[in-house]
């Protein structure tokens, strides 16, 4: 089996679940993808916090940049950011997306 960008993604925990979300994508589980997604983008942000402070790309950017494809990201005052949802199911083509930023996400930051 070829290398693919999630055996690039340095922690075993989180490469492992991306690696069943990949699964579940083929599967057609888009809400299970879409999760799955979002709280590894959430591990990312708890575990470097510096990412939500200001400087570089602020605090804000990091929330914005997440897809808002029927979940989103918001962040109260000093608290860490959670996911809101906005609707129950999701398409192939949002699922793919979550899944394709929260992967390229964690490689960038080398988590």
Do not use: C
Request: net charge negative; proline share 5%.
């Amino acid at each position: 089996m070829p290398a693919t960008k999630i055996d690039k993604i340095q922690d075993e925990a989180l490469r492992e679940s991306l690696a069943a979300a990949h699964k579940e994508l083929r599967e057609g589980a888009y809400q299970s993808v879409v999760q799955r997604a979002a709280d590894a983008y959430l591990e990312l942000l708890r575990r470097k916090p510096e990412l939500l402070a200001e400087g570089g790309i602020p605090a804000r950017m990091r929330i914005m940049m997440f897809p808002r494809l029927g979940a989103h990201l918001e962040r109260e005052e000093d608290n860490p950011p959670k996911l809101v949802w906005d609707r129950e199911t999701f398409g192939f083509s949002e699922a793919v997306t979550y899944f394709e930023f929260a992967v390229d996400q964690l490689v960038a930051e080398g988590l």
